[in-house]
């Protein structure tokens, strides 16, 4: 560990990017404390997709972190990402533009270095495991942050629903696509925008799905592709479980269940998603014990992704629909880098700098992903005015859209970012 800096950064919010953030900056020696909503630390979710990028950046924030992650990751075949089939036959008059049937594999995408799946709560508790516990505080929900001015002591001043309040002098809102800090940056509310994707989604056990899809669809990561709803499946754990996700276009622009992103749904409507499917994807989904239906929301925007001692990341900063996979992994992407840009103060009044520089290296990349993701739901629900329903420009976007992801060089992006940083503005790196 690097010798402790002489000042204290809140992070709000303990899921995966906040709980990274803070073994990054915990183990270069930056105080932390991390404040969470909720009575324990836990995860909404079931299966994650890690790709090349995001396991790298585990590396980089922590080694003990990949360490442990990799106890929990059910690693794919070398060089294997997932099979891309279609679920559906071709549109009436399409057939013979499209020379494909349903179930047909349409080609198996690629990732050439390492990639997987982990389920959230094995991540989580990996992540818990390597932070000292007095470092945590729970039930603490944020409703105001007080910018502190100089004759007060610089800093921040958070306030809680509970009455109590904590100061630090800087915070970075780890606090999900509904992030207080993120209006507080701005100025202004950024509300999430409703992508008019539903969600319908469930855990089945291997060998629920082994009966109906046979062993090697059960087995092995699949997308699966039709007009208006795009799956993915995978196994998960220790391959004993299979996570399922369907997200389904719904055409509408306004979300109708209000606050609550979630809602029960009739199984009709599932299964009305995923009309003229394959058979036995029907009989698996039917099985479900309840059936619900979870809104996406994203938040594109303009912002910086910092004010002053303010900071966001993650899905504070850049919440997008997960098409592409890699949510998770770049608010791994942002816990390093912000984690190595803090590393290099010597003092608090050299914060706002810093995070100059982190929005300076994540804002364009992430906002590029967050636009990514509405565009390759359109894509793999073969709506793009472009791609359509053909296979070989079907073929030319999952390659253009997931490499992109997976093959940046963050840590040669950051170094050069690290590099250039001149003495003066106010600071000293």
Known sequence: MSRTKPFKIAIVGGGLGGLALAIGLHRRGVPIHVYESAPEFSEIGAGLTFATN??????LIDPDLVVGFRKHFKKNPPGFFMNIRFAVNPKPGNEGQNDYKMGDLLYELRDEEECGYIHRARLLEVMVGLLPP??????????????????????????????TNAKADAVIGCDGIKSLTRAKIAGKEI??????????????????????????RAHVPHLLF????????????????????????TGADEWEGGGDWVKPVSKEKVLG??????????????????????ALFDCA?????????????????????PHNGGGAGMAMEDAYALSQVISRVSNAHELEYAFEIYDSIRRQRTQRFVHNGRSSGKTWQLR????????????????????????????AETDQALAQISFGKGASL
């Open 226 to 249: 039709s007009y208006g709803t795009v799956m993915v499946h995978y196994p998960v754990g220790d391959g004993s479980m299979v996570n399922m996700v369907a997200i389904h276009a």
């Open 384 to 411: 793009d005015d472009y791609a359509k329903d053909v296979p070989s420009k079907l073929k030319e976007q999952l390659d253009a859209k997931f490499k992109w992801i997976w093959y940046h060089d963050l840590k």
């Open 54 to 59: 995001a396991i790298r950046a585990l590396g």
């Open 134 to 163: 007095n470092l945590c505080s729970f039930r603490k929900t944020l409703v105001d942050i007080e910018e502190l001015s100089r004759a007060e002591g610089d800093g921040v001043n958070l306030v809680f629903s509970d009455g």
């Open 191 to 216: 509300p999430p925008r409703f992508t008019g994707d539903v969600v319908y989604r469930h855990m089945f056990p291997i060998e629920t799905v082994v009966e109906a899809l046979g062993e090697e």
């Open 273 to 294: 998603a995923l009309k003229d499917w394959d058979p036995a994807i029907l009989r698996l989904m039917s099985g479900m014990p309840d059936f619900k239906e979870w």
């Open 301 to 321: 925007h303009g912002e910086k992704y910092y004010r002053g001692r303010l900071c966001i990341l993650g899905d504070a900063a850049h919440a997008a629909t």
